[in-house]
């Protein structure tokens, strides 16, 4: 699947902007002009600091683009990815203010291999993988559409 039309933008927590730069106005001007925002967490570092948490505020407004990845899930064993899972969503639910519970796709997006084989099963890689593809180019695809008018 090829991804035509795509741009990203990563952001490394902690981010020390200058003085007098608004960070969470520039998250936000990008947010409203974006088609997806990706919140990536790693199953074995969780914590959403201050400062992301911040982030993700600014993003308020937006909450149909945000897609959370659970990533390196391959790192922790079944019971210990559930109550991962159940934490992220816990802490998720106390930043992002939605009525509906945010989509987490689950897999490990890295080059090394997988070392807990088990959690292949639970979350199913390929899938997971071509799932958010999908979804990224299905908004790309309506983009163009609407360039072509």
């Known amino acids: 699947i090829g991804l035509y039309g795509v741009f990203l933008i990563t ?3 902690p981010f020390h902007p200058p003085s007098g730069y608004d960070f969470a106005e520039v998250l936000r001007w990008f947010g409203e002009r974006v088609d997806r925002i990706i919140l990536l967490f790693d199953a074995h570092k969780l914590d959403i600091s201050d400062e992301f948490s911040e982030a993700i505020k600014a993003f308020k407004g937006q909450d149909d683009k945000i897609r959370v990845v659970l990533n390196k899930a391959d790192q ?8 991962v899972y159940g934490a992220l969503m816990w802490s998720l639910g ?3 203010n ?8 689950l897999g490990s997006f890295w080059a090394k291999p997988l070392q807990n084989t088990e959690n292949r ?3 199913g890689i390929s899938r997971v993988f071509q799932g958010m593809l999908h979804s ?14």
């Open 136 to 149: 990224v180019n299905s908004m790309t695809s309506s983009r163009e559409q609407g360039w072509q008018r």
């Open 98 to 105: 939605t009525p509906e519970v945010v989509r987490v796709y």
């Open 94 to 96: 106390k930043v992002i």
């Open 11 to 13: 952001l490394c927590l």
């Open 121 to 123: 099963i639970s979350f």
């Open 76 to 83: 922790v064993d079944t019971q210990q990815l559930m109550r």
